[in-house]
């Protein structure tokens, strides 16, 4: 596709269950970021990657996250054993390079009952 | 204080109006400067993208960057109803993330 995908878009998970968030990004791609956005705010840094290496997971806000982008393609973003603060809308962005433009898809907005 | 700051409305608008959006910043380092459009339910989706200070123009919009006032505007002509959404600052340097104010949701009424 043209743009970067998301799935799910939405997801409920009932409280302590894990999650998994995919992301595919534009084709050839080098940059890909990881957001979270809680509603009325911004998107707030999670987690960056250049190909495959996680080059800095500093906004990450717990060890229950994880991400992954083990071919420097489509990467995945794990929750474990969620919390009702973790439901926001989880945005994945990506640029050609560094510093250049970065195009986001439309998020998965995560509910946790 | 946060790093980019950014009023978050409402800002409401008659239709044709000229809209200044606006934010300010603190970490020098910043030179990458973009606006993002974010529609209810919608990713961001970018509208303008600018290095350093200076403007740029596109179509109804118009973005300006004055570094030495930490100071970054989005302007945009001939306001319409399908402007209506909220509208994203965001900046990078030397990290290459880019940071994002908390947006200003803008109604132009018709």
């Known amino acids: 596709g043209a743009g970067v995908s998301q799935s799910p878009r939405y997801k409920v998970a009932k409280r302590g269950q894990d999650v998994a968030l995919r992301c595919d990004p534009i084709?050839?791609?080098?940059?890909l970021f990881w957001y979270q956005q809680a509603l009325g705010q911004g998107p707030e840094f999670l987690t960056y990657?250049?190909?495959?290496?996680?080059?800095?997971k500093s906004g990450l806000p717990s060890d229950r996250f994880f991400a992954e982008r083990p071919e420097g393609s489509v990467s995945t973003l794990k929750i474990q054993r969620t919390q009702q603060e973790d439901s926001a809308v989880y945005l994945c962005?990506?640029?050609?390079?560094?510093?250049?433009?970065?195009?986001f898809g439309q998020g998965t907005r995560l509910t946790v009952v | 204080q946060k790093e980019v700051e950014q009023d978050p409305g409402p800002l409401s608008v008659p239709e044709g109006a000229i809209v200044s959006l606006n934010c300010t910043y603190s970490?020098?380092?910043?030179?990458?400067f973009m606006w993002y459009r974010q529609y209810s339910r919608k990713g961001p989706e970018l509208l303008m993208y600018?290095?350093?200070?200076g403007n740029k123009e596109d179509g109804r919009f118009t973005a300006q960057v004055d570094k030495s006032s930490k100071y970054i505007s989005l302007f945009i002509r001939d306001s319409q109803p399908s402007d209506s959404a909220t509208y994203l600052c965001?900046?990078?340097?030397?990290?290459?993330?880019?940071?994002f104010g908390r947006g200003t949701s803008l109604i132009v009424h018709p």
């Open positions: 962005a990506s640029s050609l390079n560094m510093n250049t433009e970065a195009f």
């Open positions: 084709s050839g791609h080098v940059s």
């Open positions: 990657f250049q190909n495959e290496a996680q080059l800095d």
């Open positions: 970490n020098s380092a910043f030179q990458y």
């Open positions: 600018t290095y350093s200070s």
């Open positions: 965001a900046m990078s340097g030397g990290s290459y993330i880019p940071t």
